[in-house]
């Protein structure tokens, strides 16, 4: 599945939430993430993704595996995306790390998500803060075929439009690139 994705920097965030609050109700939760490459980079570079994910939040802690291939779609940076529930997060990060995989980066997020359907799809918003970066974002994504990118993208947008998110808001940044270049 192709995670079809868009990142907003959100202007105000208060009216955003109180619309979201509208719609749906909040999962607040915590992310620990923790990105891994092979020692010669070559993920990074091909634009692919490794990360064991650790999610504190009210209904307690569980943690995910991922990984993400190379975007399918550069405006947005949508990627297929592979994720699977682990029992044991030490445990993932030692297989990771026997396997041979080196750590990039590790910071939190500080998340706010609501699940809701719109233009018949099943969309996840979600409003972020990472202490290390200023401002907040909203990334809202559904999951699709390879085939459905483009329409789902359209529905996205007018998710986002609807919130009073547009075009000029869109940002392809990543928190990995803007963490490394805080920490300099």
């Given at each position: 599945m192709i995670e079809a994705e868009l990142k907003a920097r959100v202007r105000e965030p208060k009216r955003v939430v109180r619309q979201l609050d509208e719609r749906a109700t909040a999962r607040v939760e915590v992310y620990r993430d923790t990105y891994y490459d092979r020692p010669d980079g070559s993920l990074e570079r091909a634009g692919e993704e490794l990360r064991v994910r650790t999610v504190h939040g009210g209904d307690g802690t569980r943690t995910v595996l991922t990984y993400k291939g190379a975007a399918v779609d550069e405006e947005s940076g949508s990627k297929p995306e592979h994720e699977t529930r682990v029992e044991d997060a030490e445990e993932a990060h030692a297989i990771l790390r026997g396997?041979?995989?080196?750590?990039?980066?590790?910071?939190?997020?500080?998340?706010?998500?609501?699940?809701?359907?719109?233009?018949?799809?099943?969309?996840?918003?979600?409003?972020?803060?990472?202490?290390?970066?200023?401002?907040?974002?909203?990334?809202?994504?559904?999951?699709?075929?390879?085939?459905?990118?483009?329409?789902?993208?359209?529905?996205?947008?007018?998710?986002?439009?609807?919130?009073?998110?547009?075009?000029?808001?869109?940002?392809?940044?990543?928190?990995?690139?803007?963490?490394?270049?805080?920490?300099?």
């Open positions: 396997l041979g995989h080196v750590e990039l980066i590790a910071f939190e997020k500080r998340c706010r998500n609501y699940a809701f359907e719109a233009h018949g799809r099943q969309m996840l918003a979600t409003l972020v803060r990472v202490p290390e970066i200023d401002g907040t974002f909203l990334e809202v994504e559904t999951l699709v075929d390879e085939d459905q990118v483009a329409a789902a993208l359209d529905d996205v947008r007018a998710v986002l439009a609807g919130l009073g998110i547009g075009a000029e808001d869109l940002t392809v940044e990543t928190y990995t690139g803007a963490v490394a270049a805080r920490r300099g």
